[in-house]
C-alpha cells in the first residue's frame, strides 16, 4: 500500500478531530467550564462565567442548564442570529443540542451546572409528578428529560433497594445534609453545586437528614 496516498486521509481525519476538540466546551473554554462526573448517559459540567466574558464557540448535546445565581446570558449562534436568557437563582432550562458562543451581559457572574445527555435513545420511562414528602416544581418537560425543582421535606425518605426505571442526576441547590447511598457509594454533606447520578434500575436509598426542608434539582431522563 502506497503511505503516500494515505497521508491526506490522515491528515483529514486529524483535521476532522482537532475541529471536534476545539467545538467540546472544556478544551475550547476550560476557564469556563470543568467536568464534575461523566459516565455513558450524561456529561455534567460546572459553568462560571464573568461579567462581561465571551465565550469561545463551542458545541452542547440536548442538556439541562440549573443557575445558582442570577444570570443574563447573550447566545450567538452560526448563522450571527442572538438571543437573550435571563434566569433567576435557583432556576433550570432545556437547551437542545447546538453550536454557540456566549457573553455574559449581566452585571453578576453565573454559577451553575450543566447536564449533557448523551445518548439519542427513544424515551422508554413515564416520570412521577408527585413524591411523598417531597414538593415538586417543573422548570421544563418534554420528550427526553424532565427539570424539576424538589422540596425535601424533613421526613422525607426512600429506604434501601428504591429503584427507577428513568435515569437522574440530582444536584444541590444549598448546603444540605442528604444521606444518599447508589449502590454502596454513599454522599451525606453536600454543598450546593454537588451533584450525583442515580441510574435507572439502581438500587439506592436516601433520607434527609438534616432536620429542616432542603431544595434539591432533578434532571430525570426519560
Known sequence: ???IALLPALMVSLAVASTAAAQDPISSNPKVYSL???NDVVRVL???VAPGQKTVVHEHP???VVVFTGSKMRFTGPDGKTQDAAMKPNDAMWSPAGKHFGENIGSGAID???VELKSNKAPTATIPTSRPAATLTEAFDNPRARGVRMT???DFAEPAGTVHD???VVIALEPADISLDVEGKTKTHWMRGDAMFIGRGMKHASKNTGGKAVDVFI???K
Do not use: Y
Open 62 to 64: 440536548d442538556n439541562a
Open 166 to 168: 428513568f435515569d437522574q
Open 112 to 114: 451553575g451546572v450543566i
Open 1 to 3: 500500500m502506497n503511505k
Open 219 to 221: 434532571v430525570a431522563i
Open 152 to 154: 425535601l421535606q424533613p
Open 36 to 38: 464534575v462526573f461523566e
Open 46 to 48: 460546572h459553568v462560571g
